[in-house]
Antibody
Framework: EVQLLESGGGLVQPGGSLRLSCAASGLSFSSYAMSWVRQAPGKGLEWVSIISSGGGTTYYADSVKGRFTISRDISKNMLYLQMNSLRAEDTAVYYC???????????????WGQGTMVTVSS | DIQMTQSPSTLSASVGDRVTITCRASQSIHNWLAWYQQKPGRAPKLLIYKASSLEIGVPSRFSGSGSGTEFTLTISSLQPDDFATYYCQQYNNYWTFGQGTEVEIK
């Protein structure tokens, strides 16, 4: 079965760090760009970061630039999001999502994980 | 940054109704627009990409149109499974989502 499975969420204090993981199975992981998208409780969707299929290109939303780092391990079919200097406004469900692959790096997201909750609170 | 504005924010409709949701971009995004459906507690699901291309497995009652700055998602005959929140997303210049449109039972 083709799926994405996030893990690593939890409760962290402001200023703390957390690393999210996304395990890909049943798909050609190395062929697709991968993103992180978040959704604060009761709010809409916000794109966070993207990494190209080969890992050589990354982009970040201004709201997380300099604090978050996206990476991938193609040998393990894993996507990561290292989150440092966390703030209350980073509280959200974090989804990993696969780029459709039809329009290069800038593309829609055709596959999503179930999400992992990150709560930043003292 | 490109801003995406959806209207309406909430839509009340009945089974069988034709439903239209509008999405406007703050600048031209050509046809680099997607539509997603999200149900409570679930991940978003891609419905439409490149403004009018139907994702595999999505029922044909869903359709998308538009280009430039104005786009629409139409559900030709609303079904019970369609009550959800819908988001537009531009991917012309990074990625930005609209604020969402909740389709509720009338």
């Amino acid at each position: 079965e083709v799926q994405l499975l996030e893990s690593g969420g939890g409760l962290v204090q402001p200023g703390g760090s957390l690393r999210l993981s996304c395990a890909a199975s049943g798909l050609s992981f190395s062929s697709y760009a991968m993103s992180w998208v978040r959704q604060a409780p009761g709010k809409g969707l916000e794109w966070v970061s993207i990494i190209s299929s080969g890992g050589g290109t990354t982009y970040y939303a201004d709201s997380v630039k300099g604090r978050f780092t996206i990476s991938r391990d193609i040998s393990k079919n894993m996507l990561y999001l290292q989150m440092n200097s966390l703030r209350a406004e980073d509280t959200a469900v974090y989804y990993c999502a696969r780029g459709l692959g039809s329009s290069g790096l800038f593309d829609a997201f055709d596959m999503w994980g179930q999400g992992t909750m990150v709560t930043v609170s003292s | 940054d490109i801003q995406m504005t959806q209207s309406p924010s909430t839509l009340s409709a009945s089974v069988g109704d034709r439903v239209t949701i509008t999405c406007r971009a703050s600048q031209s995004i050509h046809n680099w627009l997607a539509w997603y459906q999200q149900k409570p507690g679930r991940a978003p699901k891609l419905l439409i990409y490149k403004a009018s291309s139907l994702e595999i497995g999505v029922p044909s009652r869903f359709s998308g149109s538009g280009s430039g700055t104005e786009f629409t998602l139409t559900i030709s005959s609303l079904q019970p499974d369609d009550f959800a929140t819908y988001y537009c997303q531009q991917y012309n210049n990074y990625w930005t989502f609209g604020q969402g449109t909740e389709v509720e039972i009338k």
